[in-house]
């Protein structure tokens, strides 16, 4: 597999990990979703705005990592698909950080709407626009080193903010 290759499927992969990870957080939590999209006042906080990102997420997330692993020559599709929804929660996250700032991102956690964030998504939208012009461009290697290494980023996008979490507690006091 080629290394540009390589590289954008398991940022492919890692973004859309993210994204499943997200929508099936977000449906099991319906009403913090709609919180959050109350605290941004960007969007209308309605259960169909909250279904209907919930939905886009899950659909797209899943979509991309099945057929990756499933028929890697069909994924400029979906693929591309995710490059777009991870440009609009660009956009959507510079215009809460530059308008209000502090505000909880909603992707995971307490996390507020930071430069990185805005940053993680466009580099995810990038990584998905490659990866969907590379498949397109060339004959499609062989993802599954590609979508393994999206799975260990995944991974250590959530455990290093839970290590460095759990350096900060005092002995004898559980996590939260």
């Not at 009403?31 to 909250?50: G, I, N, S, Y």
């Not at 507020?112 to 964030?117: I, L």
Request: hydrophobic letters at 55%; charged letters at 10%.
């Amino acid at each position: 597999m080629h290394i540009w290759s390589a590289g954008m499927t398991a940022l492919t992969a890692f973004g859309a990990i993210l994204l499943a990870a997200a929508g099936v957080t977000h449906a099991a939590r319906p009403q913090e979703h709609r919180a959050v999209l109350r605290v941004h006042r960007l969007l209308p906080p309605t259960a169909f705005v909250a279904a209907a990102t919930t939905g886009a997420e899950v659909l797209v997330g899943v979509a991309v990592l099945a057929v990756l692993l499933a028929d890697p020559a069909a994924a400029a599709l979906p693929v591309a698909a995710q490059a777009a929804l991870y440009c609009a929660f660009a956009g959507y996250a510079a215009v809460l950080r530059t308008r209000r700032p502090g505000v909880p991102c909603g992707c995971f956690g307490a996390e507020t709407v930071s430069w990185a964030v805005v940053s993680r998504a466009v580099t995810l939208a990038a990584g998905s626009a490659g990866c969907a012009a590379i498949g397109a461009l060339e004959p499609v290697p062989d993802r599954w080193p590609g979508v393994a290494a999206g799975v260990v980023l995944a991974m250590a996008n959530h455990l290093i903010p839970a290590w460095r979490g759990a350096g900060n507690r005092k002995p004898g006091h559980p996590a939260r």
